[in-house]
């Protein structure tokens, strides 16, 4: 099997405040379906469901790797419709913040030591 590229389905509980999250932290909206939205920022990609299952969100996790982290610290600050934002913290490897979605999903935003936009932590 040759992979060329993986897409994760976020759940949404109220798909509308979802939509609005993640424009707010810097992502393009691409319509889909009805209940189906393709989120971008660079070559990143996601699909938004209007799906929601409480047990999945609360397990949910995306790791955003950026390049500046005290940019996206402050982007992420200013949403609306957050649930909750750590500080950032220093780890062995780089930054890390975390950031809490509308349906409960965490998000580890990290800026990672010497190996920018890349998918290892």
Not at 6 to 28: H, L, R
Request: hydrophobic share 40%.
């Amino acid at each position: 099997m040759d992979v060329i590229d993986i897409k994760a389905f976020v759940p949404s509980e109220d798909y509308e405040v979802s939509k609005s999250f993640y424009s707010e932290i810097g992502f393009k909206a691409d319509y889909v379906s009805e209940d189906l939205t393709l989120f971008q920022n660079g070559d990143c990609l996601f699909f938004l469901q209007r799906f929601f299952n409480a047990d999945l969100a609360a397990n949910f996790m995306l790791q955003l790797c950026v390049s500046d982290i005290e940019s996206a610290y402050r982007l992420c600050s200013q949403s609306k419709h957050k649930t909750k934002i750590t500080p950032i913290q220093q780890e062995s490897w780089g930054k890390v913040f975390y950031l809490w979605g509308p349906a409960g999903e965490l998000l580890h935003v990290t800026e990672l030591r010497g190996l920018q936009n890349s998918s290892l932590a």
